[in-house]
């Protein structure tokens, strides 16, 4: 079992940064990527950012230059630090971890989401 804490979601003026963190902990044997993902009310969930074991990251066009994503392997933890937000970021933001279990098998998990809500 892998289990998925996140927090620092909240509210914030439009302008202002949050910085979400997001700790992975069970049955891990490896970590292959980190990711968060959002969903705003009667949208669809979509990718915020990814980062690999290796470094390489990807960024919805939506946040490029203003959010920034990274991991910490030694404690399982990514991070997103969001900064000139905007009030079309206000959602819930996930958390993805996928990777492997102690028994090799594949594993691929959600957080339970936390609410950042971006006030104009």
């Known amino acids: 079992q892998v289990r998925l804490v996140e927090s620092g979601g909240g509210l914030v003026q439009a302008g202002g940064s949050l910085r979400l963190s997001c700790a992975a902990s069970?049955?891990?044997?490896?970590?292959?990527?980190m990711g968060w993902y959002r969903q705003a009310p009667g949208k669809q969930r979509e990718l915020v950012a990814r980062i690999t074991t290796g470094g390489s990251t990807n960024y919805a066009d939506s946040v490029k230059g203003r959010f920034t994503i990274s991991r910490d392997n030694a404690k399982n933890t990514v991070y997103l630090q969001m900064n000139s937000l905007k009030p079309e970021d206000t959602a819930v933001y996930y958390c993805?971890?996928?990777?492997?279990?102690?028994?090799?098998?594949?594993?691929?998990?959600w957080g339970q989401g936390t609410q950042v809500t971006v006030s104009s």
């Open positions: 069970g049955s891990i044997f490896s970590i292959s990527a």
């Open positions: 993805n971890v996928a990777g492997l279990v102690v028994t090799r098998s594949q594993f691929n998990s």
